[in-house]
């Protein structure tokens, strides 16, 4: 299943031309505030209407501005996840999910209710009243009531915006499961390079109203040209395997293509992949094998490319396949004779590590 979206829209003195296809997996709509990103989504929800444009999903049609074709929002089998968790506060946590069922015109399916239920965590929870549920709990059940209703697309408009860091964290792993197991393709609006790391397959980088880049998430965010918001948070994303703990420092030893990392406060099984970020400005690049150094991630590569990053130069490296990017002074590439070509050593500080911003990953599955 897949989203091609091609819109034309005027709002005051805002024009937005926005064209992009979507696949499998979650698909990070990311820019500044004002970039478009949630008139975007409600052209696809069908809360406002395209001065031009098409929007097609899984192959039918739903806007067609050419044809006169402009499908009601409730004709469109489409869930709606926003900020804030919109539940019925004198319901209980089971009436509510059973909100999008109604919309959804099909009887109640007690396997899908139980399957999301439990893909969520929320079980537990039926039959309590929103008010007494935490906001991450609550941001759940508005997932869940949004599945329920058998949507062939979701669109998550900022979803953890509300959050404080200890919700989101709470959070995270449910919309990994999400991305991974319902099926259906997901367009998850953010500001956040964190959570755009974590999450998302694909990125579309909104600049005023236009598409600036899209493509896989481990490509475009090493981009400090293209990460939007603070171009400090430029990085890479490895695929890494957890292989085991290691016996000599008790920290978590992960394999991948560009070597072996050593990573603190990890407890994942054997064999787990993960999605490693790896900021920019905690990469070093040293010319030698450093020695006496207090860093214990030290990875060979290439460079493959360099590239201004406001004051400083991003230094591309090619380690065995995978990319790392760091954050250089114009000064440090003249004196170390930084060209492409050269084989240099990365050093990855320690700070690099944060749990919370390293993802479960799986490969999404095509439908
Ligand atoms: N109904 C409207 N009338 C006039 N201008 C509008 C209207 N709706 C949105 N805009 C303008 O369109 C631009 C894009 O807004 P939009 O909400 O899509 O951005 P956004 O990327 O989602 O921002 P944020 O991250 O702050 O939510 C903004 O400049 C906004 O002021």
């Given at each position: 299943m897949s989203i091609q979206v091609d819109v034309q829209i005027r709002r005051g003195a805002f024009a937005l031309e926005a064209a992009f296809e979507a696949g499998p997996g979650l698909t990070a709509l990311f820019g500044?505030?004002?970039?478009g990103k949630t008139t975007l989504i409600d052209l696809i929800a069908g809360l406002a209407r395209p001065d031009r444009g098409r929007i097609t999903v899984g192959g039918a049609p739903w806007v067609d501005t050419a044809a006169g074709l402009i499908l009601p929002p409730h004709r469109r089998q489409v869930g709606v996840v926003f900020?804030?968790?919109?539940?019925?506060?004198?319901?209980s946590v089971r009436t509510n999910l059973g909100y999008g069922r109604i919309f959804a015109r099909h009887r109640a399916d007690p396997v899908a209710f139980a399957a999301v239920t439990g893909m969520l965590g929320i079980d537990h929870l039926l039959?309590?009243?929103?008010?007494?549920?935490s906001g991450g709990e609550r941001q759940r059940v508005a997932i869940g009531r949004a599945l329920l209703a058998r949507p062939r697309l979701l669109l998550m408009d900022?979803?953890?915006?509300?959050?404080?860091e200890a919700r989101k964290a709470e959070i995270l792993p449910y919309i990994e499961r999400l991305r991974d197991e319902a099926g259906i393709p997901i367009i998850y609006v953010s500001h956040a390079v964190s959570e755009v790391a974590r999450l998302a397959t694909t990125v579309i980088v909104l600049e005023s109203g236009r598409v600036a880049a899209a493509g896989p998430a481990e490509t475009i965010l090493r981009r400090a040209d293209l990460v939007?918001?603070?171009?400090?948070e430029a990085g890479a994303l490895l695929d890494m395997v957890v292989e085991a703990v290691d016996d000599a420092t008790g920290l978590t030893r992960l394999t991948g293509a560009a070597g072996r990392l050593l990573v603190p406060g990890l407890s994942r099984p054997p064999g787990t992949r993960l999605r490693v970020r790896i900021p920019a400005r905690d990469v070093l690049v040293a010319t030698e094998r450093p020695r006496?150094?207090?860093?214990r991630n030290v990875l060979a590569g290439r460079i493959c490319g360099l590239a201004p990053a406001g004051a400083e130069t991003a230094v591309e490296i090619d380690c065995n396949g995978a990319r790392l990017v760091a954050r250089v002074t114009a000064a440090a590439v003249r004196e170390l004779g930084l060209v492409p070509g050269r084989d240099v050593h990365a050093i990855i500080k320690s700070?690099?590590?944060d749990p919370a911003g390293i993802g479960l990953l799986r490969p999404p599955t095509a439908i």
């Open positions: 500044r505030s004002g970039s900020q804030d968790a919109r539940l019925f506060p004198h319901l039959d309590r009243r929103p008010a007494g549920l900022e979803p953890l915006a509300a959050l404080d939007p918001i603070h171009e400090a006496g150094l207090s860093a700070a690099a590590f």
